[in-house]
C-alpha cells in the first residue's frame, strides 16, 4: 500500500528480478528532472534495503548499508554490461 490516497503517488522505478537473479528495468526519468534529485531518491531505496535486510536476517542495519553501498560502487565502476533504451524518457 502506497498510501492513504494512491492516486496522489506513481511509480519512478519499476524493478523486477527474475529466476535466474537478472533484472529489468523501467525508469520514468520525465517524472524526476534533477539527477541529484534522483540520486537522493535512490539514497532512500538504499535505506529501506538496508532496514528490509536487516529486519529479515537479523543483521546489523548498518552492516547492511555498508555492504550495499560497497556492491554498488562496484557495480557502478564495472560499467560493462549493456542496456539499451526502449522508449525515450524511460529505461527499459
Not at 32 to 54: C, K, N, Q, S
Not at 62 to 85: F, G, V, Y
Amino acid at each position: 500500500m502506497m498510501g492513504e490516497n494512491d492516486e496522489d503517488w506513481d511509480y519512478l522505478i519499476q524493478a523486477p528480478i527474475g529466476a535466474d537473479g537478472r533484472s529489468r528495468m523501467k525508469i520514468a526519468a520525465y517524472k524526476m528532472e534533477d539527477p541529484y534529485t534522483f540520486g537522493r531518491f535512490l539514497g532512500d531505496i538504499v535505506r529501506h534495503g538496508a532496514l528490509a535486510y536487516a529486519t529479515t536476517w537479523s543483521v546489523d542495519e548498518n552492516e547492511a548499508i555498508e555492504r550495499i553501498c560497497e556492491d554498488l560502487s562496484d557495480k557502478l565502476r564495472l560499467q560493462d554490461t549493456p542496456i539499451k533504451c526502449e522508449q525515450p524518457g524511460s529505461l527499459d
